[in-house]
């Protein structure tokens, strides 16, 4: 499987962006996509997941502000991210899960918010 994201850019901190993770690959086998970001000198945290039945996770710090959905053909997952803070500053990364517990990372993209 290999993930591609994109969206990331430089926003005003209460502002919005959208990124987007395209899979391909042998994309049958995805159970569960999600996002993770990681700051300067911190590990890497998570951010949303969805399974491919629709369920959500978040993390707290993100919760009511973020939303992750799956495109129509279940190989994008949508990142939207509202009300921006400084602290949201971080390279994110998508992320697919197999059934049997295969990982999958992309290169990531930077998501800068100035203060």
């Known amino acids: 499987v290999q993930l591609v994201e994109s969206g990331g850019g430089l926003v005003q901190a209460g502002g919005s962006l959208r990124l987007s993770c395209v899979a391909s690959?042998?994309?049958?086998?995805?159970?569960?996509m999600g996002w993770y970001r990681q700051a300067p000198g911190k590990q890497r945290e998570l951010v949303a997941t969805?399974?491919?039945?629709?369920?959500?996770n978040y993390g707290d710090s993100v919760k009511g502000r973020f939303t992750i959905s799956r495109g129509n053909a279940k190989n994008t997952v949508y990142l939207q991210m509202n009300s921006l803070k400084p602290e949201d500053t971080a390279v994110y990364y998508c992320?697919?899960?197999?059934?049997?517990?295969?990982?999958?990372w992309g290169k990531g993209t930077l998501v800068t918010v100035s203060s």
């Open positions: 690959g042998s994309i049958f086998s995805v159970n569960r």
């Open positions: 969805i399974t491919s039945g629709g369920s959500t």
């Open positions: 992320k697919s899960t197999s059934l049997q517990g295969t990982e999958y």
